[in-house]
């Protein structure tokens, strides 16, 4: 194991695979289907989700944050294995009680090396700071320097989401029946942005088309550093991907990846979602 070992948790959507490539350990957050429980990415995949998700009838998912105890056992398990310190990445502490959890695994260990960083945000704003911060531990950074630097730069990060339907908002209770009604006979696609720990509606247009350029306008207000693409099962994401590809033209499209949204997010906003995460330029 690296000196220094890159913790987030499942909300950051991170590719299992590519998480195990660069050596960041994923914990998992708890997906509730009716009386069934599952460890996100663990006993329930992003496909199998997906499907459960959708299918008619299925009870609505809720999640829960990992427990104290399953963070002090990861955490105990990377100094086992040869870590020296921890960077902690996770959802925002306003989304949120996994932040909680880490924080008091941390406390329960107090002659070990942890840090614990608030993303201010979900999903690849999550896994781009993971990203940053291997890169960092091995340029042999200090944890210290790694936490405070991805802290810093977490204030640089926004998410834009553009939503196929108000009926998910609705039954997590972030809307009312009466809201989502309107928005259905409107034909509404909400466009939501979710930037220092909060979330909001950025704006409301009329077709999807017309949701899918607003979001790349806004999205490209500022100089981007660093973006992931996001969708919910959408087939026209890579036509997506190449529109913001192509109003970013000095950013390596290598280094753009495509994720799907799993499941601590996605009963929030539901099938057919698309959206950005953006890391600004610092300052701009």
């Avoid at 960092?136 to 944890?143: G, I, K, Q």
């Avoid at 290598?254 to 890391?279: F, K, M, Y």
Wanted: proline content about 5%; some cysteine.
């Amino acid at each position: 194991m690296r000196r220094i070992a890159i913790f987030t948790d499942s909300a950051s959507d991170l590719d299992p695979a590519e998480a195990a490539a660069l050596g960041i350990t994923i914990v998992p957050l708890i997906v509730n289907f009716g009386s069934e429980s599952y460890r996100a990415g663990v006993d329930l995949s992003i496909d199998e989700f997906w499907k459960r998700m959708t299918a008619p009838d299925a009870p609505f998912p809720t999640t829960a944050a990992s427990s104290p105890g399953d963070f002090k056992a990861a955490y105990e398990a990377a100094f086992a294995d040869g870590a020296e310190a921890i960077v902690s990445v996770h959802v925002a502490g306003t989304l949120s009680g996994t932040i909680k959890s880490a924080q008091i695994a941390r406390d329960m260990l107090p002659d070990r090396d942890i840090h614990v960083v608030d993303s201010l945000g979900a999903s690849m704003a999550q896994g781009i700071l993971c990203r940053m911060g291997v890169e960092m531990a091995e340029d042999d950074r200090s944890a210290e320097e790694i936490a405070d630097a991805l802290s810093e730069r977490a204030a640089d990060m926004t998410i834009y989401l553009a939503l196929d339907t108000l009926d998910y908002l609705k039954k997590g209770g972030r809307i009312s029946g009466a809201q989502a009604a309107i928005g259905s006979l409107l034909s509404v696609k909400p466009i939501i942005r979710v930037q220092d720990g909060q979330v909001e509606t950025a704006e409301r247009v009329r077709t999807k088309g017309k949701a899918r350029e607003r979001m790349i306008e806004l999205a490209t207000e500022r100089p981007i550093e660093r973006m992931s693409i996001l969708h919910t099962m959408t087939p026209e994401v890579d036509a997506f991907r190449q529109e913001m590809l192509a109003r970013v033209p000095d950013i390596d499209p290598d280094a753009v990846s495509i994720e799907i949204v799993g499941a601590s997010v996605g009963p929030h906003i539901g099938p057919g979602c698309i959206g950005v995460v953006l890391l600004y330029r610092p300052g701009t």
